[in-house]
């Protein structure tokens, strides 16, 4: 989540509040800049799951056929 507004590669600007997906090297330069903070929730990183599927895990190591 951006602690502040921020202007990607393309010019496209973000809010603060706003979540971005971006690749790690980003994610490091964003963080080392202060731009980025912890979304809070109840995952064991600190966030909850919003990909595909809802929360059950079906992929390598799950019981799930």
């Given amino acids: 989540m951006l602690s502040s507004d921020w202007t990607d590669g393309n ?3 973000h809010l ?3 979540t971005v997906d971006v690749d790690a090297a980003t994610l490091a ?3 080392a800049q202060g731009i980025v ?3 809070p ?3 064991k ?3 909850d799951w ?3 599927g809802g929360t059950d895990w079906a992929g ?3 019981t799930k056929p």
Avoid: F, I, R, W
């Fill in 11 to 13: 010019g496209v600007t």
């Fill in 16 to 18: 603060a509040g706003d």
């Fill in 29 to 31: 330069q964003l963080q």
């Fill in 37 to 39: 903070g912890e979304v």
């Fill in 41 to 43: 929730g109840k995952g």
């Fill in 45 to 47: 990183d600190g966030t």
């Fill in 50 to 52: 919003a990909g595909p």
């Fill in 60 to 62: 390598p190591g799950s």
